[in-house]
């Protein structure tokens, strides 16, 4: 059994480390207020990792050279200070959804 808690933490790290992702799945403006996303949220941090992912995907998204899905083309990345943990982060991607 743990070796299955360690296998499913492993691939949450893999899968949230993603910020669009997490931006199309779980954090977007339509879907966001919704009952089973909020749980599905919920459920997500009570694991350590889930948190440490989505913290590492923010800062891998500003700090490293990416590909903005906004305008489709790689971006330099900035740096980033203890400020931008508190500054929302907002965009969308190319099908129209935002977040």
Not at 25 to 46: E, K, P, Q, S, W
Not at 82 to 91: A, I, K, Q, S, V
Request: aromatic share 18%; proline share 3%.
């Amino acid at each position: 059994m743990a070796y299955v808690f360690v296998l499913v933490t492993i691939i949450f790290q893999i899968m949230f480390s993603q910020q669009n992702v997490n931006h199309v799945f779980l954090f977007n403006d339509a879907t966001r207020d919704t009952f089973t996303v909020g749980l599905m949220r919920m459920i997500f941090y009570l694991f350590p990792t889930f948190t440490v992912s989505v913290t590492f995907g923010e800062i891998s998204m500003v700090a490293s050279t990416h590909m903005d899905p906004a305008i489709v083309s790689w971006v330099k990345g900035l740096k980033y200070t203890w400020t931008d943990f508190f500054t929302p982060d907002e965009g969308s991607v190319v099908g129209g959804i935002h977040w």
